[in-house]
Antibody, heavy 120, light 110 residues
Framework: QVQLQESGPGLVKPSETLSLTCTVSGGSVSSGSYYWSWIRQPPGKGLEWIGQIYYSGSTNCNPSLKSRVTISVDTSKNQFSLKVSSVTAADTAVYYC????????????WGRGTLVTVSS | QSALTQPASVSGSPGQSITISCTGTSSDVGGYNYVSWYQQHPGKAPKLMICDVSNRPSGVSNRFSGSKSGNTASLTISGLQAEDEADYYCSSYTSSSTLVFGTGTKVTVL
């Protein structure tokens, strides 16, 4: 079955750029049926939708993060990625990648999540 | 965009029914039938429990049901069981073509 796996550094320094990748296995990121999203959850807090990408490269992001977020897709590697620039301690969170079906607004498949800590 | 409002905690005894509310605006919950509910156990990824206001994905117990009235959506858990103890989050599509989550509700089984 299709699985998602996040990967990337667990520790990032303040003011630097956080970079994560989500690898899609058992399926294709190039499928025209899905959007691929990033969602984060600060320790002990709630979920926050960061943004999404379609295989064509079309993106949509949370307005509160839009100026610092870049989401991209690499169909040759079956991956999509997240970059958050100028990070602060407030960006410390578990970052999840997730899938939603085109035309619907729910996430039926999630990665296990990866904790990213922003600290010097 | 502001998070949807949920009660911080709800509790009930085994076998009872509980309801969690999710309040938004006419630009999100009230304007679209794209409300979903997720269950999250500690240290785990969220699990989809209800989509499109009231639809249950395959494999989700029929003890979980969803509804909506105006700008408020609700998740009802009937026949409460110990395994239902978890955090629950609602989400909704918004008029800005984005998605917003609720503040989250901790369900405790007494």
């Amino acid at each position: 079955q299709v699985q998602l796996q996040e990967s990337g550094p667990g520790l990032v320094k303040p003011s630097e750029t956080l970079s994560l990748t989500c690898t899609v296995s058992g399926g294709s990121v190039s499928s025209g049926s899905y959007y691929w999203s990033w969602i984060r959850q600060p320790p002990g807090k709630g979920l926050e939708w960061i943004g999404q990408i379609y295989y064509s490269g079309s993106t949509n992001c949370n307005p509160s993060l839009k100026s610092r977020v870049t989401i991209s897709v690499d169909t040759s590697k079956n991956q999509f990625s997240l970059k958050v620039s100028s990070v602060t301690a407030a960006d410390t969170a578990v970052y999840y990648c997730a899938r939603r079906t085109l035309g619907y607004w729910y996430f039926d498949l999630w990665g296990r999540g990866t904790l990213v800590t922003v600290s010097s | 965009q502001s998070a949807l409002t949920q009660p911080a905690s709800v509790s009930g005894s085994p076998g009872q029914s509980i309801t969690i509310s999710c309040t938004g605006t006419s630009s999100d919950v009230g304007g679209y039938n794209y409300v979903s509910w997720y269950q999250q156990h500690p240290g785990k990824a969220p699990k989809l429990m209800i989509c499109d206001v009231s639809n249950r994905p395959s494999g989700v117990s029929n003890r979980f049901s969803g509804s909506k009235s105006g700008n408020t959506a609700s998740l009802t858990i009937s026949g409460l069981q110990a395994e239902d103890e978890a955090d629950y989050y609602c989400s909704s599509y918004t008029s800005s073509s984005t998605l917003v989550f609720g503040t989250g509700t901790k369900v405790t089984v007494l």
